[in-house]
């Protein structure tokens, strides 16, 4: 017995399934629209997620918060994947569930058996399509699970990719800026002489690096729940640390930087806002000061600015152009912010595991 309607329902979700994931995987841009399926299941699984990391303190927090996003992507390959088998099995039972099982009669529960084995292309040849049109339906949902294979194995190693490039700059700034990074503790080891001379050359990589930032995570947003491998390390800390350093520098500090620090610093906070915006992030103008007087009294005596009005005013101004978009950053993915003045803790380079 035909049911259309369950039939064109099997379509629907079969087509929800494939343009999400052609938004997901394929298409590399943002995506506006208020409903994807992708975006409610991050939505869905994120906040009782991090809503357990909360409580949760050490070590073990970041190894819990760390799992979120490689298992996250596995789960949401299975959503579609179930999505899709479920898809074709109403197909098949809206046509009248027209296969061949001997020794019982076909049900729902035959056509979500063959639509599973047919999907991953198993060949079982226990249950089979009985009449030309279950037959085409079959065939298609094979090559879409051929399709969908390709798909996750073209994705994986660029995802992975983009990761490897993000994390490259992280662990780079372990030994300039500490771990945490920290403008203070960069413009202590920076020092004078050489150094000096060599910091345009390292704000055009932190541009390339904040370009390549926004871009990989516009495209995949699941890179923004990947975390560092390293406790005091993550991504946010260093796009907030490079934001810092640039302000500083904009404030009349090292002049002969001042172009490529301003370049650095638009490129950052684009990012900052970008990525903030993906998720929805709660901006607000209420937010902890990670700088209160006592500290920027000593910071600018660190950059040899201390006691002038001026560097404070300015450097408060440029700071209230990003801090509300990396501390709603900060909260929704729950990767603390690095302070501005120097930390105790050595760097995590100069201790390991076997040191202990």
């Known amino acids: ?34 409903f994807r399926l992708a975006r409610a299941f991050y939505r869905s699984t994120w906040r009782p997620w991090s809503a357990l990391g909360r409580r949760m303190h050490g070590t073990f927090r970041e190894t819990y918060l760390g799992i979120y996003g490689p298992l996250s992507l596995i789960m ?53 399509p009985d009449s030309t049109i279950s037959r085409i339906v079959a065939v298609v949902e094979a090559g879409h699970g051929f399709a969908f294979l390709a798909l996750v194995i073209s994705y994986l190693p660029v ?84 934001l810092d350093v640039s302000a500083i520098v904009l404030c009349g500090v090292l002049d002969h930087a001042n172009e490529p620090a301003q370049l650095t610093f638009a490129m950052s906070r684009h990012a900052a806002v970008d990525i903030a915006q993906i998720f929805s992030a709660n901006v607000s103008a209420q937010y902890a000061d990670r700088l209160p007087p006592a500290e920027l009294a000593r910071l600018a005596e660190i950059v040899g600015r201390g006691s002038d009005p001026e560097f404070e005013t300015k450097l408060k101004e440029l700071r209230a152009l ?35």
């Open 76 to 128: 949401l390959l299975i959503v579609w994947a179930a999505l899709l088998i479920l898809g074709f099995a109403m197909i098949q039972a809206g046509i009248g569930s027209v296969v061949d099982r001997p020794g019982s009669g076909a049900d729902f529960g035959t056509d979500l058996y063959m639509s599973g084995s047919t999907f991953f292309t198993l060949g079982l040849g226990d249950v089979t």
């Open 1 to 34: 017995m035909l049911d259309i309607a369950l039939a064109a329902l099997g379509v629907l979700i079969i087509g929800v399934v494939l343009w999400d994931a052609f938004e997901t995987v394929v298409l590399p841009r943002r995506v506006t629209r208020l």
């Open 159 to 242: 995802l992975y990719s983009a990761f490897s490039r993000r994390e490259a700059n992280v662990s780079l700034l372990d030994s300039r800026a500490g771990s945490p990074p920290s403008a203070g503790e960069f413009f202590l080891r920076i020092g004078t002489g050489r150094r000096h001379e060599t910091l345009p050359e390292m704000f055009e990589d932190w541009e390339r690096w904040a370009s390549d930032l926004l871009e990989s995570h516009l495209s995949y947003p699941v890179l923004t729940y990947y975390r560092s491998q390293h406790e005091h390390q993550s991504w946010l800390a260093a796009l907030t640390a490079l």
């Open 322 to 356: 990003y801090e509300p978009y990396v501390a709603a950053l900060s909260d929704y993915v729950l990767m603390p912010l690095p302070g501005w003045l120097p930390s105790d803790r050595q760097d995590d380079w100069q201790s390991t595991a076997w040191d202990n």
